[in-house]
C-alpha cells in the first residue's frame, strides 16, 4: 500500500523510554506496538519496527514531541 502523498501519516503512536539501549546504541521507546530507537539530542529515528516489522522501503518515521 502505498500512501497518496509523502505527506501522508499512515500511523501514530505514543511511545515511552524503556531504559533499555537498543541495537543502535540509542534509547529504546516502545508503545502502541512500535518499538524505536530515538537519539535523544536530535530526535532522530534510528531504528523502528511496527507490530514487530520493519517499515517498508522508502517509508520514514519521526518524531513528535508532545508540545509540538
Do not use: F
Not at 537498543?22 to 530507537?37: F, H, I, K, T, W
Amino acid at each position: 500500500m502505498q500512501p497518496e502523498s509523502a505527506d501522508a501519516v499512515l500511523r501514530t503512536a505514543v511511545v515511552e523510554a524503556t531504559g533499555a539501549v537498543g541495537a543502535s546504541g540509542y534509547p529504546r521507546y516502545e508503545g502502541d506496538g512500535v518499538q524505536a530507537d530515538i537519539d535523544p539530542r536530535t530526535g532522530a529515528v534510528e531504528a523502528v519496527t511496527v507490530d514487530g516489522d520493519e517499515l517498508p522501503y522508502g517509508w520514514i518515521a519521526q518524531v513528535r514531541t508532545p508540545d509540538a
